[in-house]
């Protein structure tokens, strides 16, 4: 009985560290924890270099005007990836830990290409991991313009996430290179 206390107890402490992966991968520093301010939200448990790849982000491809049909708890789930269409679930069940990256106007994280995401600075142990929306997220024609309160509490909080946001140039220079390749794209093109 001790032999198969020790398995049970080695068992249980084995699904506690397996985490629900869905589609996405996220770096084993990363925990998810309730942040006290507006549900839960995407921690390091240890220390992070910069430019480390935090998640790899997967999911189902949803068109923008698929995703704004799904229910509330769901829609602003996925990842923006392109003019047209987005990366998540589709379905409440399928939350996952990459689910809870939540947005921050002075963030720690930003994109590389369409699914990457990773440390724009050294993040340190307890701190939240955070992206700024305007990285990813372009008005799309025909679907209704996206504002959303803010509640990051940043020095520099533009207490309002929209759409557009991407077009701001301090946002421009800001995140010069962390942005989704579409918009980054859009932002080169730009300029000529």
Known sequence: TGMKKKQSVYLKKAKQKTRKRTFSWMNPKLVIRDTKKYGKGVFANKDIKKNETLCVFGGHIKGIKEESKLP??????????????????????????ASYFNHSCDPNAGFKGQILLVAMRKVGKGEQVTFDYAMALSKVKGIKFYKIKCFCNAKRCRKFI????????????????FFQ??????????KK
Not at 82 to 87: A, D
Not at 167 to 177: A, D, F, V
């Open 162 to 177: 929209t759409d557009n946001d991407w077009k701001n140039p301090i946002l421009r220079k800001k995140y010069n290179g």
């Open 181 to 190: 390749w579409y918009l980054q794209d859009k932002i080169i093109n730009s």
């Open 72 to 97: 509330s708890k769901i829609r602003d789930e996925g990842v923006q990836i392109s003019e047209n269409f987005s990366l998540g679930v589709i379905n409440e069940a399928e939350l996952e830990d």
